[in-house]
């Protein structure tokens, strides 16, 4: 199963292709985490996150992946990411996987995500 893992969350750094076809044998992989070392944990919706594939990002949603304010950053949920920061502003530095910044994770996302960026960099 590790192997599985690795592979699915590599994968969904860029290729939705595979990341289709191994949700369409195992859906349970949505939620499937890596440690990559030192604490630095990531979801195959973590990878997309960072990496801007809304594509990816949406189809594992769709298969009941948890949405994180990474994630939420990067598809430009502004509500979200608004309510959350208000009820813990100290979620402004907080590290994603790789230690990647919330505002990085926005700035993958592009125009869609831009609402997110302005604020962050407020």
Partial sequence: MSEQVYAFVSNAHGDIDFVRAA????RTLANATWD???GDWETALGAAGH????DIAELLLEHGARLDLFVAAMLG???IV???LAAHPG???AKGPHGISLL???EAGGDPA???VDLLRR
Wanted: glycine share 8%; net charge negative.
């Fill in 23 to 26: 949700l369409a044998e195992d």
């Fill in 36 to 38: 990559w070392g030192d």
């Fill in 51 to 54: 990496m801007g594939r809304r």
């Fill in 77 to 79: 949920e502004l509500e």
């Fill in 82 to 84: 608004e309510a959350v």
């Fill in 91 to 93: 979620m402004r530095d």
């Fill in 104 to 106: 990085k994770h926005a």
């Fill in 114 to 116: 831009q609402a997110v």
